[in-house]
């Protein structure tokens, strides 16, 4: 069974600043795309941003300009850089790889942000 490991989840001040870290198998780090999505109470999970294997990255409206995803083949870990963080980012933050062409996705067991003052 895949594992996709989360980490990096926390309270943090509206505005601040804090970075997400998956660590995928070398296996599936190296042929997946990479994505991050999130799911807060009552409402949908929704993609926040993902990166190709050759690192080409899109980011939903909200969070365009904020956060930056990111990729390191040494780690085999993607990562989420969050800043300027609003209450609205409070979600259980999920780490997904995917490979849409032969139908397989991998999920975390997600992590949770919550920012408040």
């Known amino acids: 069974q895949v594992q996709l490991v989360e980490s990096g989840g926390t309270l943090v001040q509206p505005g601040g600043s804090l970075r997400l870290s998956c660590a995928a198998p070398?296996?599936?780090?190296?042929?997946?795309?990479m994505a991050w999505h999130r799911q807060a109470p009552g409402r949908q999970r929704e993609l926040v941003a993902s990166i190709t294997v050759d690192g080409s990255t899109d980011y939903s409206d909200s969070v365009k300009g904020r956060f930056t995803i990111s990729r390191d083949y040494a780690n085999n870990s993607a990562y989420l850089h969050m800043n300027s963080v609003e209450p609205e980012d409070t979600a259980v933050y999920y780490c997904?790889?995917?490979?849409?062409?032969?139908?397989?996705?991998?999920w975390g067991q997600g992590t949770q942000v919550t920012v408040s003052s």
């Open positions: 997904n790889a995917n490979r849409p062409f032969y139908g397989r996705s991998y």
């Open positions: 070398r296996s599936i780090f190296l042929l997946y795309d």
